[in-house]
């Protein structure tokens, strides 16, 4: 299994050392994310894909919550996570699930914020998987892909590519009546993370 195919679904020994890689590589992009958010006390929140559960639990001590709810296609990263949240979640409920993007085991209408980070590229239905978060959400409810980008050749990825997969997010949250902004951080010259927000009217 190439590295490649470890970060898209986490699995094995292998995908216990990429779970660890993951949290370092990624920390200033779930960072800079969980900044980016402000859900209100009691907010029901679902993050998709969420590897080893570093955003949610950072999430869960900025705000107090009332539902801690996840979404990811690794049972090992489900596991990983959920023995990070368990003892971590305090009086919010915790719901992480083994599942598709786009296909979410969530009643209709669910929560008030949905985000992802670092996953969204690696969807292989955006369009569905974002029809299906539109549905999740409550009216007024808030999701945000967090995307990386790289500014310099000779990474993971080309240049530019991850800010291309944030544009082409836009119009199909358009198309969904979401009302979209999308800003970027710069986290180093070679490194950026976009942040496309829609609000679901
Ligand atoms: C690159 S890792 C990022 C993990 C974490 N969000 C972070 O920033 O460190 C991508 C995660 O998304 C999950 N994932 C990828 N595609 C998915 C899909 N279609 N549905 C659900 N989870 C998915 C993977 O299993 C993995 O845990």
Redesign the pocket.
Known sequence: MSVRQQ????RGPMGVVMGWF??RG?AM??RATIEALDPAPGAAVLE?????G??LEMLSRKAPLGLIAG????EL?VETARRRLEPRRGPAALDLRV????ALPFPDEAFDLVYA???YH???DKEAALAEIAGVLKPGGELLLSIRDFRAEGQFEPAGEGEATARAAEPILESLGFEVETTGVLHSPKRATYLVRGRRP
């Not at 599942?99 to 786009?102: I, L, P, R, V």
């Open positions: 970060a898209a679904e986490p993951l949290e990624n992009q779930n998709i894909g969420f590897g080893p570093h955003a979404a990811d296609h690794s990263m599942a598709e993007a786009q980070v670092n996953s690696q969807w292989p």
